[in-house]
């Protein structure tokens, strides 16, 4: 069952799916959050009139907030029939009420329908938390959490550090806060405790460090360099609560500094803000907020701030970080981005997740931290920081079982970051000629054995991103048709040099390498000759037959056929033994440049068998003319097939 913390912010997002015109008594209680008696009173109105679309949504929603999968998603796949289903965000629910009553397989196979419908990153990001979460490697091997003294049998999460000590919400009862309808308790307020040196909890009092009001306060995020306290409000004017025309009242964000003076610095009354988070590094205010253009329910964006204040336009984080589902509770950590997300791939409602974050502003693939740390309750909230001891500290909120009531805080401390190590590379493959990205070159990802770890294709620009669990060797293969084929190999010693960083490929197209002679495709090469009579490789072939090997490098599928001719000047014979050691010659210093034989499926010296010209025996012709004849042709055989 849906928290009740969460339940206030979700309050906002299912706000935006009431229509306009008369409610029965059924969808009066599902808008007022009695989901039991809401699908009581729905079954009563089925029994007398079959319920439109929307109230079958909203009944299957009713079953899915009291925890009954099986029949949410018996009326979410009934409608789904009709191709009504009516957002992103009832569609998560739906996998969700579907993973929780089927195998994984079935939802895979359901979410294979809907390619076409959502983002590439999505279906990239479930098939590698499915894998991952599938394998067992991500539960993270003596972590412990503890209960924190703090916590009441109200709802306690979104902590948050605060000089030496804990800053988080709470609905425990405060004679200034009255009952908030929805969830039955107190309106959210800001509380603060000590730390202790064993990441305990303890003492938990009102935080008086902003002006008290009646209404909801919460989420709070503290900015030591700016030493000013972010926090969640309710929208409210001269002490009243404001509503927008549909008669909801949303949520914004207000920055206070030390002499509690306070300013909003996002409001809208149809939109609600939630968990705000400050990046010192980049002056970036990150937020969840439910604006109508998202992904699904609540999305994560940042804004642009100067001393706090907003200098831009929110900017979605896009769909590499956000989903269906509802993201919430940015928190950055040594250059990756944690959040919460409810998305249909996780372990139970909200889980928390990690995603690296690059130089370029583009986000690694959100890994779920695993079993140990996410259960199939609600999992969300999580800080975490370098502890004086040389590990890290941290703590979350969940509803898991054993706490002491309704959301509980936990703490934990660990000697090495969360969640399963995992290798990021992110680069571009591109034209050696002309320095332009290559549209669809597929790029792998090998081990040591060999096998393909991961398969990936570069964009229109040329890009790509490949995110593996954990390996301390690994092989980037790249190649596309008629291009070459790239392959390196790194070790766990090059990785910190990567890490951050675009690896550049360079492939090169095969035409670019070809030119016709005498109507055969051979390497575009200088013209060079050997000295008369003579066979040796002189710096100046050795310079041409380097371009040859460079070839083969490129395109180890290559197949060579050595063709060396002479003059018509001297014996034929003379001629023909001249051509052939020539052809040895070149075949030699190709095989010791490292090219295989196999390359090379002949060497041929044709002496004055094939004259480009008529300067045959005895027939007169000028110098220039009998070089003409003089010539080394490296053929490539199997030009059509590269």
Known sequence: MKTKALLVFSFMILANLMAQEEKSKADILFYGYDYKNAIAEYQREMSKAPLKNDQLLNLADSYYKVGNYKE?????????????????????????????TSDVERVKSFLSTK?????????????????????????????????????????????????????FSSSR?????????????????IYISRLRADGNVLNANPFVGIPNSEFHEATPYYSEELDKLFFVTSNTYEGELRFDDKGKNALAIAM????????????????????????S????????????????????????????????????????????????????????LYFSSDVFYGLGGMDMYKANMYADGTYGIPINLGKGINTPADDFGLIIKEDSSGGLMGYFSSNRPGGKGNDDIYGFKIAEELGMKTLSLKGVVADLRYDQGINKAQVQMLNKAGEVLKEVYTNEKGVFRIEIPW???????????????????????????????????????IDDLLTETEGKEVLRLQKFYFARNKADITMEIAAELDKVVAAVQRFPQMKLA???????KGAKTTNLKLSQKRADAIYAYLIGKGVDNSNIVSSVGYGEEKLVNKCSDGVYCLDFLHKQNDRSLIIVTNASEL
Not at 76 to 100: C, E, G, H, P
Not at 173 to 189: I, N
């Open 471 to 509: 390996e301390d060797q690994v092989t980037i293969k790249a190649t596309k048709e008629r291009y070459s084929i790239f392959s390196t190999t790194y070790t766990e010693s090059h990785y910190s040099e990567m890490e951050g960083k675009n690896i550049n490929i360079a492939l090169s197209l």
């Open 173 to 189: 009862g405060k004679k200034s806060k009255e009952v908030y309808k929805p969830t039955g308790e107190a309106y959210l307020d």
């Open 115 to 167: 390619r076409d419908v959502f983002a590439n990153e999505l279906l990239e990001n479930a098939e590698f938390n499915y894998s991952l979460l599938a394998s067992g490697e991500s539960d993270n091997d003596g972590f412990q959490a503890i209960n924190i003294n703090a916590n009441s049998p109200q709802a306690d999460f979104a902590p948050s550090f605060y000089k030496d000590r804990l800053l």
């Open 281 to 336: 590094k980049t002056t970036r205010l990150y937020f969840a907020a439910n604006f109508e253009d998202g992904y699904g329910g609540t999305d994560i964006y940042y804004v642009l701030t100067n001393n706090g204040q907003i200098v831009s336009a929110p900017r979605n984080l896009g769909p590499s970080i956000n989903t269906p589902g509802n993201e919430i509770a940015p928190y950055i950590f040594n250059n990756s």
């Open 256 to 279: 206070a500094d030390t002499e509690g003076d306070v300013r909003y610095l996002l409001m809208d009354f149809s939109i609600s803000f939630y968990y705000p988070f400050y990046d």
């Open 72 to 100: 949410a998603s018996r009326i979410y796949l009934d409608v789904n029939k009709k191709d009504t289903i009516a957002s992103t965000l009832r569609f998560n629910m739906m996998l969700q009420s579907l993973a929780k």
């Open 562 to 568: 050595i063709e060396t001719y002479t003059n018509s």
